[in-house]
């Protein structure tokens, strides 16, 4: 049964509810949409004093959506949340947070949030040493080291005071150092999921694979040989002005590229990048332009690419139990099962305009065949759109979702991680084309 832990008393309802608001105005809960609801549901019911009627029952049907016959014992989506949200409300107040008076804590085991105010250290205001000479010797009667402190009197009294004032500011800035500078461990479910990536390399490579865009711009200037421009459509014109200004009689032309990386794969390659951070790896980061299969021989490699825009995604999911590709039923790319997998198809659901309200990305841990040991390993993040890429780089490198997919291995009879598995994430977009939340869909082992 989770345990509750009382709050501060001394807290009143409106400076929780700023806290609460700090919290929900953070990065940290910007893109989930989820952990957004359960911080603000709990919150609310320990403020209203009804934190003693909190279950996971009621946070799964009144703050996550779940439907009144949802059961706890079958489901552990709330229990997943609240590990999530309790990882990043310490990242909050880790970073953008730092400086927040009341703070907001999920204690392990309860569903209970605890608001506490943060005190300095100490009250008390700086009392220099007070020095007095007493026969040859000169004593310090009071000091903020703390007993009295006998020094000889060779020197002027204000040259030790000085000494001891500066020891203490000393000894303070050590003590916040040498704090701020002890490495974060990281979850053994993390540590396990990547060891194939950090076992035999000190060095990972993350490609980055890029669709190919149509650049619409009225200052073109030289074009690069043998690469097309074409004059832009008058439809274009409306469009482009809304977001730039056109100088009077420009002209729109456009140019295909292949530089631009659309936001969540960026977010993507910026989760993976703070994991191997996090695990000691050293990493270099290339376009997939420069850096091929065939250069990717006795490497462990991160790819960020789906087969509809990315040569080596679609050779390494060519054989795969999942893969991304166009269908003709849908007229949308989507996620399809080849093998025992056939006839599984996972396409995206849009909302009245158009838009992409739900979307699907995959992760495929898969051993490079390209290594002449044999022994290295490539992960592949894949996407119906870059919001689906987003997804499954967040789940793989979350120690929650890594944790519970553990666990589903072991219930299909590995006790230790596959050699090649691949996951499909389903991925909810908002309107601007952001990940709002994800959650694990389905698994396949390729290879033990």
Same mark, same amino acid.
């Given at each position: 049964?989770?345990?509750?832990?009382?709050?501060?008393?001394?807290?009143?309802?409106?400076?929780?509810?700023?806290?609460?608001?700090?919290?929900?105005?953070?990065?940290?809960?910007?893109?989930?949409?989820?952990?957004?609801?359960?911080?603000?549901?709990?919150?609310?019911?320990?403020?209203?004093?009804?934190?003693?009627?909190?279950?996971?029952?009621?946070?799964?049907?009144?703050?996550?959506?779940?439907?009144?016959?949802?059961?706890?014992?079958?489901?552990? !989506?709330?229990?997943?949340?609240?590990?999530?949200?309790?990882?990043?409300?310490?990242?909050?107040?880790?970073?953008?947070?730092?400086?927040?008076?009341?703070?907001?804590?999920?204690?392990?085991?309860?569903?209970?949030?605890?608001?506490?105010?943060?005190?300095?250290?100490?009250?008390?205001?700086?009392?220099?040493?007070?020095?007095?000479?007493?026969?040859?010797?000169?004593?310090?009667?009071?000091?903020?080291?703390?007993?009295?402190?006998?020094?000889?009197?060779?020197?002027?009294?204000?040259?030790?005071?000085?000494?001891?004032?500066?020891?203490?500011?000393?000894?303070?800035?050590?003590?916040?150092?040498?704090?701020?500078?002890?490495?974060?461990?990281?979850?053994?479910?993390?540590?396990?999921?990547?060891?194939?990536?950090?076992?035999?390399?000190?060095?990972?490579?993350?490609?980055?694979?890029?669709?190919?865009?149509?650049?619409?711009?009225?200052?073109?200037?030289?074009?690069?040989?043998?690469?097309?421009?074409?004059?832009?459509?008058?439809?274009?014109?409306?469009?482009?002005?809304?977001?730039?200004?056109?100088?009077?009689?420009?002209?729109?032309?456009?140019?295909?590229?292949?530089?631009?990386?659309?936001?969540?794969?960026?977010?993507?390659?910026?989760?993976?990048?703070?994991?191997?951070? %996090?695990?000691?790896?050293?990493?270099?980061? %290339?376009?997939?332009?420069?850096?091929? %299969?065939?250069?990717?021989?006795?490497?462990?490699?991160?790819?960020?690419?789906?087969?509809?825009?990315?040569?080596?995604?679609?050779?390494?999911?060519?054989?795969?139990?999942? #893969?991304?590709?166009?269908?003709?039923? !849908?007229?949308?790319?989507?996620?399809?099962?080849?093998?025992?997998?056939?006839?599984?198809?996972?396409?995206?659901?849009?909302?009245?305009?158009?838009?992409?309200?739900?979307?699907?990305?995959?992760? !495929?841990?898969?051993?490079?065949?390209?290594?002449?040991?044999?022994?290295?390993?490539?992960?592949?993040? !894949?996407?119906?759109?870059?919001?689906?890429?987003?997804?499954?780089? #967040?789940?793989?490198?979350?120690?929650?979702?890594?944790?519970?997919?553990?666990?589903?291995?072991?219930?299909?009879?590995?006790?230790?991680?596959?050699?090649?598995?691949?996951?499909?994430?389903?991925?909810?977009?908002?309107?601007?084309?952001? %990940?709002?939340?994800?959650?694990?869909?389905?698994?396949?082992?390729?290879?033990?």
């Amino acid at each position: 049964m989770p345990r509750s832990e009382p709050s501060d008393d001394s807290i009143t309802p409106d400076r929780k509810r700023e806290a609460l608001a700090a919290a929900l105005a953070g990065e940290s809960l910007a893109r989930s949409e989820q952990l957004r609801a359960f911080l603000t549901f709990v919150c609310e019911m320990e403020i209203a004093g009804r934190a003693g009627e909190l279950t996971e029952y009621l946070i799964g049907v009144k703050a996550l959506g779940r439907a009144a016959d949802f059961s706890p014992t079958e489901d552990s !989506s709330v229990r997943t949340r609240a590990y999530e949200l309790r990882q990043r409300l310490q990242k909050f107040y880790a970073a953008e947070g730092a400086d927040a008076v009341v703070r907001i804590e999920l204690p392990k085991g309860s569903y209970t949030p605890r608001f506490s105010e943060v005190r300095a250290a100490s009250t008390e205001p700086f009392v220099a040493p007070v020095v007095e000479a007493v026969g040859d010797r000169a004593v310090v009667v009071s000091s903020p080291l703390g007993e009295a402190v006998a020094v000889p009197v060779g020197r002027d009294p204000a040259f030790w005071r000085g000494i001891l004032i500066g020891a203490a500011a000393m000894a303070a800035a050590a003590t916040f150092f040498i704090a701020k500078l002890q490495p974060t461990a990281a979850d053994p479910a993390v540590v396990a999921a990547w060891a194939p990536f950090l076992a035999k390399d000190s060095e990972v490579i993350v490609s980055v694979a890029s669709p190919l865009h149509l650049l619409v711009t009225p200052y073109l200037g030289n074009v690069p040989e043998n690469t097309p421009s074409y004059p832009a459509p008058s439809e274009l014109y409306p469009l482009f002005s809304r977001y730039r200004s056109l100088p009077k009689g420009g002209k729109l032309e456009m140019l295909p590229v292949q530089k631009a990386v659309p936001l969540g794969t960026v977010e993507s390659v910026t989760k993976v990048l703070s994991t191997l951070q %996090l695990l000691h790896a050293q990493t270099r980061m %290339l376009p997939e332009s420069s850096s091929p %299969l065939s250069a990717l021989r006795r490497r462990s490699v991160v790819l960020f690419g789906s087969p509809w825009y990315s040569q080596s995604a679609g050779v390494l999911l060519e054989k795969t139990a999942f #893969t991304t590709k166009w269908d003709e039923e !849908s007229k949308q790319v989507g996620i399809f099962g080849q093998g025992r997998r056939e006839g599984s198809r996972y396409v995206p659901g849009r909302g009245p305009h158009g838009e992409y309200q739900e979307v699907f990305g995959l992760v !495929s841990v898969l051993p490079n065949d390209h290594s002449a040991e044999g022994d290295r390993s490539i992960v592949v993040f !894949s996407g119906l759109t870059s919001v689906g890429t987003h997804g499954a780089a #967040t789940f793989f490198t979350s120690a929650g979702d890594l944790r519970k997919l553990q666990e589903r291995f072991v219930k299909d009879g590995y006790a230790t991680w596959p050699r090649s598995f691949q996951v499909v994430v389903r991925c909810r977009a908002s309107s601007d084309a952001q %990940l709002l939340s994800y959650s694990y869909e389905t698994h396949e082992v390729l290879a033990r």
